[in-house]
């Protein structure tokens, strides 16, 4: 296993955290809600929520996560560079992130997956996560971009 530590992002990491989303395939809106304006906003008002797993100075890893005040978070953005997948590092973020959020006051955490993604659902389940089938996710956006 490689050697790994885990610390929250900056902006600086915020090209490094693009090029990995790539390359394990996660979808990105570079002019909307992953655009750098909205990060770095984001950023700065939760920067708990944005956690990095490094390889020496590499990113090989992200999760990024949200807080409601119904008692909910959310674990939003889940990547682990293919290279170094397999090694418990999702499993670590996971864990960093949700004791970030029960810190917030989250009693509840669920995580948004874009299917097909088998293997974050199989992760999630492992976690202890229960898959929700009589729950419907309907979204109104105002722009294409978010």
């Known amino acids: 296993m490689a050697k790994v530590t885990i610390r929250r992002l900056t902006i600086k990491d915020y090209d490094q955290m693009l090029k990995l989303w790539e390359r394990a395939g996660l979808p990105i ?7 750098k304006t909205m990060t770095a906003k984001q950023m700065r008002e939760f920067p708990e929520f944005f956690l990095g797993a490094f390889a020496g100075d590499r990113l090989v890893g992200v999760v990024i996560g ?7 978070g959310w674990i939003n953005r889940l990547a682990v560079d293919p290279e170094y997948q397999r090694q418990g590092f999702a499993q670590r973020l996971v864990k960093k992130m949700e004791d970030a959020l029960r810190k917030h006051g989250a009693e509840i955490i669920c995580a948004l997956i874009e299917t ?10 492992k976690m202890g996560y ?6 419907l996710y309907l ?3 105002e722009s294409k971009a978010i």
């Open 29 to 35: 809106k570079p002019k909307g809600r992953d655009s």
């Open 66 to 72: 949200s807080y409601e005040t119904r008692f909910k």
């Open 116 to 125: 097909p993604n088998k293997e974050s659902e199989n992760l999630f389940q």
């Open 130 to 135: 229960k898959a929700h089938k009589d729950i």
């Open 139 to 141: 979204s109104k956006r």
